[in-house]
């Protein structure tokens, strides 16, 4: 039994450490001006002022976070709004949502931006700006991930069941879909969303396909740096990795306290 | 006129005839049973009036306005479900006001009738907590408060004892009955738990493939089945083909004959009465189902079941010899 636990926790040692070493030995190159031997030397905080008092760094962090915020709150209201319609009106059409929502899983990479440029360049405006094609891309990216939080929690609450009671007692379909159930299943579609934001965040091939030089996102600015010094690209890395895990802590934060508040 | 009436009530799912034109009508204030096997089509019926499912054809009359073709929050009609479908995200007191906020009521009749409904299904100091905090039973006692805090003109049962363990359930079913007694609801019950519909009902109505097969009080279809199906489903009959049951009584039978179990007396030593047929018989074997002993008893080659009160000083063994006699009263001709 004492064996079976002492294992079990040096497994989980072992994996913490693999997954913190790497950002740790970020973490430290970007703090000192050299690391040849064993130790690193002079300790410094430039790398961080530098990138902290460079506007276009940002710029190109504001730009990120809304190419990810709004493909996913459009993301999410639509694939509701289609499971509305299959789960109360046409169940036999889930299967066909299903595939459909599998189909980006396929199609990753360069492949997919490629496609849509070719698709989108000739047609008129608005389809053919950038940053349209971008969001639309990226929703198109993170449809498996919500379409599948969104489903497998629907199921796990019995939404079906709910929306029955909830007529009963004066609701409509609708109301109790969106009023009821939905508010059921946020905790469970915050994972979901969390892992959309991170593929999003960490895109460097849409969003330089798509926009190039055009919209520079962090990714982009990041790519820019590595040219340039590695302390700063240390830096880019652990401050995006940070306000990666502020968003996250955020998004939890504010679902733990509403189901408090619930 | 009834108060609740359905009229040649047809439901098909693609091919399959779920309901063949039913007929029923159900008493104002009445404790109603819909009892049947699984896929009968009893549960069909009662979504059907609580407008959860759309019939095919027929009319559903609720207190002389037709409602057959009304959305579920326009019928005024109170349901608890199997598997309680309370609200997750919502205390009890939350999920008993949900119904009466959207029917905009003043937040102290709101109060008042909550306050009521806790009181009946005597869960009071559980208005705060989360469903998921609560018992199998006290989630079903709160789906039953919100059921009957909007004052429903009828309230409908869907199984909802099937999730609950036996002693828990035996509990239940006086509660409900007795909340049913109290409020004077018009109440319809389905269940396929023989027993329960015994303990619960004014009247039963039982179903089998899509049509009602026997309509009557609990004593009326236990006593008098009228087809081998309701023989068979209530009370475990023995049913006899007439040349089997001429065999055995020496009396020449037109129809099958149903023999409830317990109406057949056993003895060690031939019985003396005349007006009863009397047979001997070869115990096969016995069973134990709580205070009653099941036997299985050969009789020139038909096996008839007998039941008897569980006492160890007249229990019989396997291949032994005993006497049997039936009261002709006690042969339901079916």
């Not at chain 2, 007694?181 to 089998?208: N, P, W, Y």
């Amino acid at each position: 039994m004492d064996t079976n636990k002492k294992s079990s926790k040096l497994a989980i040692v072992v994996i913490i450490a693999y997954l913190l070493i790497p950002l740790v030995m970020t973490l430290i190159y970007s703090l000192f001006e050299e690391w040849i031997d064993i130790l690193p030397r002079n300790f410094t905080l430039n790398a961080y002022i530098e990138i902290f008092s460079d506007a276009v760094f940002w710029i190109s962090v504001g730009r990120t976070i809304l190419i990810s915020v709004v493909p996913i709150i459009l993301c999410t209201i639509i694939v509701l709004l289609a499971m509305y319609v299959t789960y109360i009106y046409k169940p036999e059409w889930d299967k066909y949502i299903q595939i459909l929502c599998t189909i980006p899983y396929a199609v990753q990479g360069v492949i997919l931006p490629i496609c849509v440029l070719a698709l989108y360049t000739s047609v008129p405006k608005p389809f053919n700006n950038r940053i349209f094609l971008l969001i639309s891309t990226y929703m198109i990216v993170i449809l498996p991930y919500i379409y599948q939080g969104i489903r497998n929690n629907l199921q796990g609450i019995g939404a079906k069941k709910i929306i029955e009671a909830a007529q009963m007692l004066g609701a409509s379909k609708f109301y109790a879909f969106f009023r009821v159930v939905v508010p059921n299943i946020m905790n469970g579609v915050t994972v979901s969303i969390m892992l959309s934001m991170a593929i999003i965040f960490g895109d460097f091939v849409i969003v330089n396909t798509l926009a190039g030089g055009h919209f520079q996102t962090a990714q982009m600015y990041l790519y820019d740096v590595m040219k340039k010094s590695g302390q700063r690209t240390c830096a880019v890395i652990i401050v995006l990795f940070l306000i990666t895990l502020l968003i996250s802590a955020c998004a939890f934060f504010i679902q733990r306290k509403k189901k408090e508040e619930a | 006129m009834s108060y609740i009436e359905f009229k040649n009530i047809n439901k098909f799912y693609g091919s399959n005839h779920v309901l063949k034109g039913i007929n029923l009508k159900i008493e104002k204030g009445q404790f109603v049973t819909l009892l049947g096997p699984s896929g009968c089509g009893k549960s069909t019926l009662l979504r059907s009036l609580a407008g959860l499912e759309e019939v095919t054809d027929g009319q559903i009359i609720l207190d002389g306005e037709d409602i057959t073709k009304k959305e579920p929050k326009d019928r005024n009609i109170g349901m608890v479900f199997q598997q309680y479908s309370l609200f997750p995200n919502m205390t009890v007191e939350e999920n008993l006001a949900f119904g009466l906020k959207l029917k905009k009521l003043p937040q102290e009749e709101i109060n008042e009738r909550i306050k009521k409904a806790i009181k009946i299904v005597a869960l009071e100091g559980k208005e705060k907590s989360y469903p998921n905090n609560l018992s199998g039973g006290q989630q079903q006692r709160v789906a039953l408060a919100r059921g009957i805090v909007m004052q429903p003109k009828v309230l409908l049962l869907d199984e909802p004892l099937s999730a609950i363990d036996a002693k828990l359930r035996k509990s239940l079913q006086l509660s409900i009955r007795e909340i049913h007694d109290k409020l004077g609801l018009t109440t319809i019950f389905v269940t396929h738990d023989q027993d329960e519909a015994m303990v619960m009902s004014d009247v039963i109505h039982l179903f089998h493939d899509g049509i009602i097969e026997q309509s009557g009080t609990p004593v009326e279809v236990y006593t008098r089945p009228v087809t081998s199906f309701a023989a068979s489903f209530i009370g475990n009959y023995n049913i006899f083909e007439a040349d089997k049951i001429s065999k055995i009584t020496g009396v020449q039978w037109e129809k099958q004959v149903a023999i409830r179990p317990e109406t057949i007396m056993m003895s060690r030593t031939p019985i003396e009465n005349d007006d009863r047929f009397k047979m001997e018989g070869i115990i096969k074997e016995h069973i134990a189902r709580g205070n009653v002993l099941r036997y299985t008893i050969d009789v020139n080659g038909i096996e008839i079941y007998a039941d008897a009160l569980f006492r160890s000083a007249s229990i019989f063994n396997d291949n032994e010899k005993v006497y049997l006699s039936i009261a002709e009263r006690n042969c339901v001709c079916i």
